[in-house]
């Protein structure tokens, strides 16, 4: 059974960094997409992280490229959203995800998937 978990959001003041992990299990890790998603109140879901963990190939929407990095733990099957310079346009639940078996493309292609596995998300609140 895929479980994907969230831990790590919390408050910053703009600026600021945040860390966000997703603790996974039940696919195999190393063949996926692997994608960070938020939604801010009244707005639409954004993806702002992806990872073909095939291949390590990355992707960033311009909204946060530059202050976003997606990084996995293949041994541990966790994956971590390092976020700097936040601004109060971060504020939003976020969640991660997991596209099974798809790999070896690139984190663009990752970035056009339908998640089928997701995270119960974690909140980040930034304050200016």
């Known amino acids: 059974q895929v479980h994907l978990t969230e831990a790590g959001g919390g408050s910053s003041q703009a600026g600021g960094s945040l860390r966000l992990s997703c603790t996974t299990s039940?696919?195999?890790?190393?063949?996926?997409?692997l994608g960070w998603f938020r939604r801010a109140p009244g707005k639409e879901r954004e993806g702002v992280a992806f990872?073909?963990?095939?291949?390590?190939?990355?992707y960033y929407p311009d909204s946060v490229k530059g202050r976003f990095t997606i990084k996995q733990d293949n041994e541990n099957k966790v994956f971590h959203l390092q976020m700097t310079r936040l601004n109060s346009e971060d504020t939003a639940l976020y969640y991660c995800?997991?596209?099974?078996?798809?790999?070896?493309?690139?984190?663009?292609?990752?970035?056009?998937?339908?998640?089928?596995?997701w995270g119960q998300g974690t909140q980040v609140t930034v304050s200016s």
């Open positions: 995800a997991a596209d099974l078996d798809t790999w070896g493309k690139s984190g663009e292609y990752c970035s056009r998937q339908n998640y089928a596995y």
């Open positions: 990872l073909d963990n095939g291949g390590g190939s990355t």
């Open positions: 039940g696919f195999n890790f190393r063949r996926s997409c």
